[in-house]
């Protein structure tokens, strides 16, 4: 016998652990006909003079690289199994300003340390399976997912129903969410000798890099509360208008409660005096937010049909939290079919935010205040983001390579940018295909 990829023994050892079928069965047209894998890569750049890691000034230099890999195996006829894997290996000026005395350069909240707390890789793996009914009108699925970095751990479940009535032109779904997380906290390098734990050789040291102004000596609590959970709902109704127009009303509740601040991010009072080692101002504290947050959305979307070339899809969601947070998302995609399987996807998004409750620009809180913040993604903006993206398809998987239909290929890049200086840019791959049918049929035989 001819050896098999691993990736291949994968796919038959997840046929053998699920796949029953049963030869008296009627045929019927499967969910999902052949596995399939998908290889996405995407690689986001941004930068920005508000940086919360030093409490709302400062670079917010960051990139991203994130390789994804998505595998769906059909078990029989019904049920399909998935499992997605991606590993992002960012590297952030602003998070390596954590400790900002670690490295060779003189410390500058607009300049990123050399040292090694700049750079880090966040891990996540998803595992679903979904079963639909026989007349295809009843469809459930479950879901469990792990993520990890070297100060976050999350795991979590959720589950999906969906149901179609009125000859499958109106769609029911409703979905829970529950994500148990968990902090390893790291605090700001100056704060850790005034710790609940001090100890006074930290305290000796922070001194002999000759602190500049006023004598530092914060008060400084570390959080008792390490973990965080949060728990969704939502429902969606679509439903057929028209030959040519579809639209949906979407609903999201989300409550959060535990640790909803980041230990690192640093805020600074008005009315404390300033303190420097080099040219970085020491913390007074750190953002400290409260331990819930209710989060409600709404949304709809209608999707229009212009003829066999063109297709409108618009966008417009509400969102509201009892931080004091609120928000309006519009957005249209047009996508443009050229020809030859390939299709245009121009698209533009405004979006529009007002503060927290909570949130104070550099040395804007004063520190009688019991909660604080000054973390941008916090404060009033409008953004903007343009994206345009090329996808290629071919539904009948003519061009091979190896084993593997080739399916589809697209390409986006879409730019962001905030009115208060933050610029982002996206650049996204991804290539699907679907197992050969000999290695189908060598999956469905082996397991028969």
């Not at 129903?161 to 769609?171: A, G, H, I, P, S």
């Not at 189908?440 to 028969?448: A, K, T």
């Amino acid at each position: 016998m001819k050896k098999i990829p691993l990736f291949l023994a994968c796919l038959l050892m997840v046929q053998f652990s699920f796949a029953q079928y049963d030869s008296t069965k009627v045929y019927k047209k499967r969910v999902l006909e052949s596995a399939e894998i998908d290889f996405m890569f995407s690689y986001y750049s941004q930068d920005g003079n508000n940086a919360a890691v030093s409490g709302g000034t400062g670079t917010e230099e960051l990139t991203d690289a994130v390789p994804t890999i998505v595998i769906a195996v059909p078990l029989n006829e019904d049920d399909v199994f998935t499992i997605d894997a991606a590993v992002s290996a960012y590297t952030s000026a602003s998070s390596s300003n954590v400790n900002p005395f670690d490295g060779t350069v003189a410390a500058d909240p607009f300049q990123a340390t050399s040292g090694a707390s700049g750079a880090d890789t966040w891990v996540n793996v998803n595992v679903g399976y979904s079963h639909s009914s026989d007349d295809r009108n009843k469809v459930w699925s479950a879901k469990a997912s792990i993520a990890s970095e070297y100060d976050y751990f999350s795991a979590g479940i959720g589950g999906t129903y969906t149901r179609l009535f009125n000859k499958k032109n109106t769609e029911l779904t409703a979905n829970a969410n529950v994500f148990i997380d968990s902090w390893t906290t790291i605090y700001p390098s100056e704060l850790r000798p005034f710790s609940d734990n001090r100890n006074s050789q930290g305290v000796t040291a922070l001194y002999n890099k000759n602190i500049a102004g006023a004598r530092y000596s914060p008060t400084f609590e570390t959080f008792t509360n390490k973990g965080r959970n949060s728990y969704s709902v939502g429902l969606n109704f679509i439903q057929i208008l028209s030959k040519r127009m579809q639209g949906a009303l979407l609903v999201d509740l989300v409550y959060q409660q535990g640790l909803l601040s980041t230990p690192f991010q640093r805020v600074y009072f008005s009315d404390v005096d300033s303190s420097f080692i080099e040219n970085f101002r020491l913390a007074d504290d750190i953002e400290r937010l409260p331990n819930s947050r209710f989060k409600t959305a709404l949304g709809g979307r209608l999707n229009y049909y212009v003829n066999e070339h063109i297709v409108l899809k618009t966008y417009y969601r509400f969102y509201n939290d009892d931080w004091g947070v609120s928000s309006h998302t519009a957005s249209i995609d047009v996508p443009i079919k050229i020809g030859g399987g390939f299709t245009l996807y121009p698209g533009f998004r405004y979006y529009n935010q007002s503060a927290a409750t909570y949130f104070a620009p550099y040395a804007q809180h004063l520190s009688v205040s019991e909660f604080y913040t000054s973390d941008f993604d916090l404060s009033k903006y409008n953004a903007t983001q343009y994206s345009f993206g090329l996808s290629y398809t071919d539904v009948f998987t003519k061009k091979h390579i190896w084993k593997f239909g080739l399916k589809s290929i697209d390409l986006k890049y879409s730019y962001y940018e905030r009115n208060t200086g933050l610029q982002a840019s996206l650049i996204s791959f991804g290539v699907k295909f679907v197992l050969d049918k000999k290695v189908q049929d060598l999956l469905e035989n082996s397991s028969d």
